[in-house]
């Protein structure tokens, strides 16, 4: 999806996302344009620290879930 948005439109839709969620991978950096306190859930094989050390640094709140079907619903269920 963000491969068809212009780069001021990722720009607008990341500032004004209160909750990202997305999979682990190089769209996720656009959570740089977000507001404090926006959630960002990151979906991946295993946790990683780069965009968790980005998301602290911007003082986001920052969720991890393993790319397990079960894991995945079970976290959106409780959002």
């Known amino acids: ?3 068809e948005c212009s780069f001021n439109e990722q720009v607008t839709l990341f500032h004004n ?3 990202i969620i997305g999979q682990h991978g190089a769209g996720l950096i656009n ?3 977000s507001k404090k306190n926006s959630k960002l859930v990151e979906i991946g094989p ?3 620290n780069g965009f968790r050390n ?3 640094n ?3 709140q920052y969720h991890f ?3 397990k079907e079960s ?3 079970n976290y959106l269920e409780r959002l």
């Open 1 to 3: 999806m963000l491969e």
């Open 17 to 19: 996302a209160s909750i």
């Open 31 to 33: 959570m740089i344009y």
């Open 46 to 48: 295993r946790r990683m």
């Open 54 to 56: 980005i998301a602290k």
């Open 58 to 60: 911007k003082k986001l």
């Open 65 to 67: 879930v393993e790319n």
């Open 71 to 73: 894991d995945i619903m």
